[in-house]
């Protein structure tokens, strides 16, 4: 994600009364896919590495990202067009496009992971061969802007897909074990934050939940990077929001901006039909300039608030260093009181 990402979402007053017009007749709309679960990924297996989304300028990042890869166990194979660069993008639609669906149709490459977030997914999300996808279901996981693809593909095949780190992050331990547990494990895991301990402090001040509204519930685990879902709403590659567990994050955009993508999906019709709300970090989200701003808490609750429907904030979801792994499409059950996302079955086959 970059701050350009601010540029993506501008919906006027047409474009609004386009989405409240669809969002009358959801309750109609197609049922999600029944789930779909790859095969566990295995030390050993191939790894497809592609980029969809933006360019990698140096070559170092894509030598230590295959570095990262193998060090998990797994044999790695470059896209076609992972090192290509067209502006900001890893290549034209078509070449990042037909990378993506080369590494489906392979029968050696037993996963298909991203090597950076950054744009450009929404450019492609109606190009991937999703028959075959549904024909060859992989292991398929990024985070960022690969929200597009990672819930366009679940919507249009059922497959569970990974709201993960992508290739070039930091696989740190945590972010390791989580990975490991749901992708290679095959475990109904419970997801939550790392546990630390003060250290020159009196309390801890990082990794920490709030809870906005208690309770538990059940549901499909859907969502990611805020901005980007916004940005499918109307389309066939937005999530089906019936009963889901909603989980969001962002970075770098002003406060009125998640304000009006979190309006977006308030007129959509999308946040009326949740069943529970887990609140990623928003990092560096700012009020920025001009006369005032409401603050993230104020927002936060005044689109949640009403929803009657259990919330919490600060789960280990976003850009930040240590990431759980998100199953996307798998059920669920959350805690908001303990802060935890429980899997009621394993991701993977």
């Known amino acids: 994600m970059t701050p350009s ?3 993506l979402l501008h919906l006027g007053a047409g474009a609004a009364s386009l989405l409240a017009a669809s969002s009358a007749d959801a309750a109609a709309s197609p049922a999600a896919p029944a789930p779909l679960l790859a095969p566990r ?5 191939t790894l497809g590495l592609v980029s969809p989304a933006n360019a990698t300028f140096e070559r170092e990042p894509l030598k230590m990202a295959i570095e990262s890869l193998q060090a998990l166990g797994f044999k790695v194979k470059p896209g076609e067009f992972v090192a ?12 990042r496009a037909a990378d993506l669906n080369a590494m489906f149709a392979d029968d050696s490459v037993a996963g298909v992971i991203a090597m950076t977030g950054g744009s450009g ?3 492609i999300v109606d190009r991937l061969d999703y028959a075959q996808i549904r024909r060859r279901p992989k292991f398929f996981g990024g985070f960022s802007d690969l929200t597009s693809l990672v819930n366009g593909i679940q919507r249009q095949t059922g497959l569970v897909t990974f709201h993960c780190p992508v290739a070039v992050s930091e696989w740190n331990d945590y972010s390791v074990q989580s990975f490991r547990a749901l992708v290679m494990n095959g475990e109904a895991a419970v997801l939550r934050n790392p546990v630390l301990k003060p250290s020159d402090d009196l309390i801890v001040r990082e ?5 906005v509204r208690g309770g538990k519930a059940q549901g499909r685990l859907v969502g990611g990077n805020l901005t980007v879902l916004a940005s499918l709403a109307g389309t066939p590659y937005f999530p089906d929001c019936r009963g889901a567990l909603l989980f969001l994050e962002d970075i770098n955009e002003y406060i009125y901006r ?21 609140l990623g970090r928003f990092t560096k989200c700012e009020p920025g300039e001009g006369y005032g701003s409401l603050t993230l808490d104020e927002v936060f609750d005044d689109y949640f608030g009403p929803l009657n429907v259990p919330v919490y904030r600060g789960a280990a979801i976003g850009h930040i260093k240590r990431k759980m792994t998100v199953p996307v499409g798998a059920p669920a059950e959350m805690d908001a009181d303990a802060g935890t996302l429980r899997l009621l079955q394993p991701a993977v086959t």
């Open 5 to 7: 990402r601010r540029q």
């Open 41 to 45: 990924l295995r030390p050993g297996d």
């Open 84 to 95: 290509a660069r067209r502006g900001p993008f890893a290549g034209t639609d078509a070449q």
């Open 121 to 123: 997914c929404n450019r």
């Open 207 to 211: 990794e920490r939940i709030s809870t």
């Open 258 to 278: 998640i304000d009006r993508c979190l309006s977006t999906l308030r007129l959509t019709g999308a946040l009326g039909q949740v069943a529970g709300v887990v």
